[in-house]
């Protein structure tokens, strides 16, 4: 079988596409433009990269983004002084702390400054507890995208066994919650887990995010499943997966690429919790 390709970098632009409708409206109905802070600390070059993508996205749409760019050798109050700030200014709708930061400065601390509402990752506790009960909250975006993606293959989740590998709170995490909500049986796996192959065969839909370069191969991979890629790491200047494209694509039914899966609905789902909290 050779896979269905699932073209994030399309279905990306049509949600871009409809986030700007929406954006110009919001402006006419009720004069409100949404404002995106994001914050860098420190040189690392791939945040660097991931930021100026998030502006450019925003800047594509009509969101106002501003990005706030600290040394490394800030200090964890000046850092969360700015939050507070941000908290109540009223031009700013989302705020975003871009992670990792460097180790002096406590992460969860800081992300625990950010009014909920304004949370676009989703990574405030309060957030992330309305997810585990399943209320209405702001999703993390990797983890929403990544489900968008799934439904847009129109597979059903309900009932399907879903693997994930991960546990990260940036995606594992969330992502099992969100395919729990929708009825899936799912199993979390990670870096302890026994007999992963085993587990990750039986898996009708295959969430893979652990940031190890090809680490799954096709042997992994039961026949016709949907297999979604969240890995991107860097490996002389080329992008790798987590899978081993050339391999899963001969066994799957519908397979993300990287790049072009999962990556640009990150940033479309972030640009729709941003759109959200201007709008609410
Ligand atoms: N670093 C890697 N992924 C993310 C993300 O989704 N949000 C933030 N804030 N930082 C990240």
């Given at each position: 079988?050779?896979?269905?390709?699932?073209?994030?970098?399309?279905?990306?632009?049509?949600?871009?596409?409809?986030?700007?409708?929406?954006?110009?409206?919001?402006?006419e109905?009720?004069?409100?433009?949404?404002?995106?802070?994001?914050?860098?600390?420190?040189?690392?070059?791939?945040?660097?990269i991931?930021?100026?993508?998030?502006?450019?996205?925003?800047?594509?749409?009509?969101?106002?983004?501003?990005?706030?760019?600290?040394?490394?050798?800030?200090?964890?109050?000046?850092?969360?002084?700015?939050?507070?700030?941000?908290?109540?200014?009223?031009?700013?709708?989302?705020?975003?702390?871009?992670?990792?930061?460097?180790k002096?400065?406590?992460?969860?601390?800081?992300?625990?400054?950010?009014?909920?509402?304004?949370?676009?990752?989703?990574?405030?506790?309060?957030?992330?507890?309305?997810?585990?009960?399943?209320?209405?909250?702001?999703?993390?975006?990797?983890?929403k995208?990544?489900?968008?993606l799934?439904?847009e293959?129109?597979?059903?989740?309900?009932?399907k066994?879903?693997?994930?590998?991960?546990?990260?709170?940036?995606?594992?995490?969330?992502?099992?919650?969100?395919?729990?909500?929708?009825?899936?049986?799912?199993?979390?796996?990670?870096?302890?887990?026994?007999?992963?192959?085993?587990?990750?065969?039986?898996?009708?839909?295959?969430?893979?995010?652990?940031?190890?370069p090809?680490?799954?191969?096709g042997?992994?991979?039961?026949?016709?499943?949907?297999?979604?890629?969240?890995?991107?790491?860097?490996?002389?200047?080329?992008l790798?997966?987590?899978?081993?494209?050339?391999?899963?694509?001969?066994?799957a039914?519908?397979?993300?690429p990287?790049?072009?899966?999962v990556?640009p609905?990150?940033?479309?789902?972030?640009?729709?919790?941003?759109?959200?909290?201007?709008?609410?």
């Amino acid at each position: 079988m050779k896979a269905n390709i699932i073209d994030g970098k399309a279905i990306a632009k049509k949600i871009r596409e409809d986030i700007r409708q929406k954006t110009i409206k919001l402006k006419e109905d009720r004069g409100i433009i949404p404002g995106l802070t994001v914050i860098l600390v420190g040189d690392d070059p791939a945040s660097q990269i991931y930021v100026r993508n998030k502006e450019k996205s925003c800047r594509s749409v009509g969101i106002n983004s501003n990005i706030i760019h600290y040394d490394s050798n800030i200090s964890q109050d000046t850092l969360l002084k700015k939050i507070y700030e941000l908290n109540e200014d009223e031009d700013v709708h989302g705020i975003l702390v871009q992670l990792p930061l460097p180790k002096h400065i406590k992460s969860q601390i800081v992300l625990n400054a950010i009014d909920p509402q304004k949370d676009v990752d989703g990574f405030h506790p309060v957030n992330v507890g309305k997810l585990v009960i399943g209320e209405k909250t702001l999703e993390p975006c990797t983890a929403k995208g990544i489900i968008y993606l799934i439904e847009e293959t129109g597979i059903e989740i309900e009932g399907k066994h879903a693997v994930v590998i991960g546990r990260s709170n940036i995606v594992g995490k969330p992502v099992s919650l969100m395919l729990l909500h929708k009825n899936a049986t799912v199993t979390m796996c990670h870096s302890k887990t026994e007999d992963l192959k085993d587990i990750a065969r039986q898996a009708d839909i295959l969430v893979v995010a652990v940031g190890n370069p090809e680490f799954i191969d096709g042997s992994y991979i039961k026949e016709g499943a949907v297999v979604i890629d969240v890995g991107t790491s860097r490996v002389n200047n080329k992008l790798y997966g987590d899978i081993k494209f050339e391999e899963a694509v001969n066994k799957a039914g519908w397979i993300t690429p990287v790049p072009g899966g999962v990556g640009p609905m990150t940033i479309a789902m972030l640009l729709e919790n941003t759109l959200y909290c201007a709008q609410t």
